[in-house]
């Protein structure tokens, strides 16, 4: 138990300096081409702070352990929307006025209907079972779907996004930048490696199901990126970062990582999870809600301190259950 343990903190920690320098280095690569603020947040940042969750996925669908594999992404996105945006939003009240932002908070949205149809899309081979719900998988087909309208947002995000002009006061060369990038993801590659070995062995000497561990200590550790990434951010005032960043990971997470993974191998999907769709949907579409309801652009703390409490009763609950 204690090399398991020790190897946790070791994986988790290439994890989040990996996620930390490829942060680093895909942020300032896009500040010096002048992309805005929120741009680098809904697609470099949330691509290199998701990068652990696409790296461990992919290493658990080829060594077969599907409970990581779901439980990875929906754990994440919903540390993602309860812990990193309820901490996020106790330090600083979320202000949410750019557009483009408030649209990609439906796509967010979208991206989990995308999901869930797919799940039941009658496409491809299908899991052996007399139930309906137990059928439910991802298979290359609908991965591929999934994939599809993950390029589709890119190359619309891209196209929309409104540019500088002014030059960029970035330092450093380029060429630093992208040493930075490969290093993190060299670190991610390792890291990723070691935290499904620990959360396996840990998941056999404590008796604990691989689907809590993962809803819960793997999610938590592949979203120590976002939450560094966004705590850092509001602390410097870069609310739309954060934000972006968040709403950003949520739709990779969905859109890229479980297409990978489903590109891999066949992904059977227990109808449990659907528990976890639904508090994503939930708390993904209560923040336009707040905003309608007061009118207002800024997320009041009570609500920030709610998603927080909320991920706590979560915690508890599935630790009970799961």
Not at 95 to 114: M, Q
Not at 188 to 207: E, P, R, Y
Request: glycine share 8%; net charge positive.
């Amino acid at each position: 138990m204690i090399i398991a343990l020790v190897a946790l903190v070791i994986g988790f920690a290439c994890l989040w300096k990996g996620g930390d320098f490829l942060v680093d280095g895909s942020s300032k690569l896009a500040a010096k081409y002048n992309v805005p603020e929120f741009i680098i947040g809904l697609t470099l940042v949330a691509f290199g702070t998701s990068a652990p969750e696409l790296i461990v996925n992919a290493i658990a669908s080829f060594e077969g352990k599907i409970d990581l594999v779901y439980g990875n992404v929906l754990g994440s996105n919903i540390a993602n929307l309860l812990l990193i945006f309820g901490v996020s939003g106790l330090i600083v009240q979320f202000k949410i006025t750019d557009k483009h932002l408030f649209k990609n908070l439906w796509v967010s949205f979208i991206a989990l209907v995308v999901f869930v149809g797919c799940l039941f899309l009658p496409l491809g081979s299908v899991a052996s079972s007399s139930s309906f719900l137990g059928s439910l998988n991802l298979n290359f087909i609908k991965s591929c779907i999934m994939f599809a309208f993950f390029i589709f947002y890119m190359i619309y995000l891209l196209k929309t996004a409104p540019r500088y002009s002014e030059p960029s006061l970035t330092d450093g060369s380029v060429y630093s930048m992208v040493a930075l990038f490969i290093g993190g993801l060299v670190g991610l590659l390792l890291g990723a490696k070691i935290v499904v070995f620990a959360i396996t062995s840990l998941s056999h000497i404590l008796g604990l199901s691989e689907t809590f561990l993962s809803l819960f200590l793997l999610a938590i550790g592949t979203s120590l990126p976002e939450l560094f990434a966004s705590v850092i951010s509001v602390k410097k005032g870069q609310i739309n970062l954060a934000f972006g960043n968040i709403i950003g990971s949520n739709i990779f997470n969905i859109l890229l990582v479980l297409p990978v993974s489903g590109m891999i191998t066949i992904l059977p999907f227990s109808s449990s999870l659907l528990i976890e769709v639904g508090i994503i949907s939930c708390a993904t579409l209560a923040i336009p809600l707040v905003l309608f309801l007061t009118k207002k652009t800024v997320i009041p703390r009570l609500f920030s301190l709610s998603y927080l409490v909320s991920y706590v009763v979560y915690i508890v609950v599935i630790a009970c259950y799961r």
